[in-house]
């Protein structure tokens, strides 16, 4: 007789394999991809983020009165092509209109221009013109391509803006989450030759014409922002910059608003849910501009018990969402007036 | 008798991989998006 019985899978030898297999597969391979690649938080996370917004009532009839130009791609300086996307309301203005340029969000690595199209038009239908960005992504792109793409977008901006009733020299800079931090730091670099120079992109954009900047749920200070406990920030950061210890590079410096931001900082709104991991980044913030003197309008829901989430200003069917509008709405007419 | 092996012997090992990848998608999860 041949013995075929494999004395490994004898029921009693077994469990020493399973134990080996489960210390394997289930802790040091997953422990070994974390700390190797940021591309599998990613591919999990793009599909997350990039859900385009429900159209509601309020969006649907905001759509119809506006124009949504089609994407104007324009070429970057050491980076990819950048797009801008114009939203004007259809009514003739009797006078040029304020422009917003609007960064989106989405971690430096998911996200889209498209996806607020909505959102944007709500805001646009309140005589503003809006021009939305469409930046590359991380980690294909890395720092500071989706800056240098801005930066250009600000000089298509200054040459365009009239052809959409816009007057480029009544800008507001303005973006939600990993665009908010892009807002800010292209604010301080536009206020501040020093970290302009330390990024190595010129800007020929008069600080003058740029009247304001609206911050929504950002963070902006790449130091204290990991210890806000936001899911997987030090992979996005580290998808962005391009290194896993990002906090050692000039990146997390420059972009780190918080310790460039000067008294010539522009005029802010800044906001913050309260259940929003990145509340304390907006405190911060604030606390910073204040003392440099730069008037900030803010608003919290600290202590209101909402737990108000990440990017909640988006749903403008509730009265969150109208009271963040409304204040985006006083603030750039008063800032453009 | 040998067939019959050969199935429990998969199936257990199967369930086994299934329990185990679990395991390393939880343990992925928590290391990178909640920081642990």
């Given amino acids: 007789m041949i013995e075929l019985t494999d004395h490994r899978d004898a029921p009693s030898r077994r469990w020493p394999y399973v134990l080996l297999m489960l210390i394997v597969v289930g802790f040091v391979l997953p422990a070994a991809i974390a700390f190797s690649t940021p591309w599998p938080a990613v591919l999990f996370i793009r599909p997350l983020v990039n859900e385009k917004l ?9 759509m119809q009165s ?56 709500v805001l646009a239908s309140n005589g503003f013109t809006i ?28 040459e365009h803006a009239q052809d959409y009733g816009g007057d480029p ?9 990993a665009g908010a931090q892009m807002t800010s730091q292209l604010a301080a670099m536009i206020t501040n030759d020093e970290l302009a120079r330390k990024v190595g992109i010129p800007i020929q954009f008069s600080a ?12 902006y200070d790449m130091y204290t922002a990991p210890g806000t406990g936001f899911p997987a920030i030090d992979t996005l950061h580290w998808a962005y910059i391009g290194q896993r210890n990002y906090l ?9 608003t918080a310790k460039h931001a000067t008294s010539a900082f522009p005029p802010t709104y800044i906001n913050a849910g309260d259940g929003d991991p990145f509340e304390s980044q907006a405190y911060e913030l604030e606390a910073i ?42 603030f750039v007419r008063g800032r453009t007036s | 008798m040998i067939t019959r092996s050969l199935i429990r012997s998969s199936i257990f090992w199967t369930a086994w991989s299934i329990v185990a990848l679990l395991l390393g998608f939880v343990v992925y999860v928590l290391l990178v998006f909640f920081n642990v």
């Fill in chain 1, 208 to 219: 003058q014409s740029l009247r304001g900047v609206m911050l929504n749920c950002g963070a």
């Fill in chain 1, 289 to 330: 501009l204040r003392r440099q003197g730069v008037t900030v309008t803010s608003r919290y829901w600290t202590w209101s018990g909402r737990k108000l989430p990440h990017l909640y200003h988006y749903d403008v069917e509730t009265e969150p969402g109208q009271l963040v509008l409304k204040d985006m709405i006083d």
């Fill in chain 1, 54 to 62: 429900p159209v509601t009532p309020r969006i649907s009839t905001a």
């Fill in chain 1, 131 to 158: 021009a939305n960005l469409e930046y590359s992504l991380a980690p294909e792109n890395r720092y500071p391509v989706p800056i240098r793409q801005a930066v250009t977008a600000l000089t298509v901006i200054r």
């Fill in chain 1, 169 to 177: 020299n009544r800008l507001i800079i303005a973006g939600d989450s």
């Fill in chain 1, 66 to 121: 506006v124009t949504i130009s089609a994407p104007m791609r324009f070429p970057v300086d050491q980076a990819p092509p950048g797009s801008l996307v114009f939203i004007t309301p259809k009514a003739t203005p009797s006078r040029s209109r304020p422009v917003i340029l609007w960064i989106h969000g989405g971690g430096f690595v998911a996200g889209s221009a498209d996806q607020l199209i909505g959102y944007l038009s």
């Fill in chain 1, 248 to 256: 050692r590079t000039h990146a997390a410096d420059e972009m780190s």
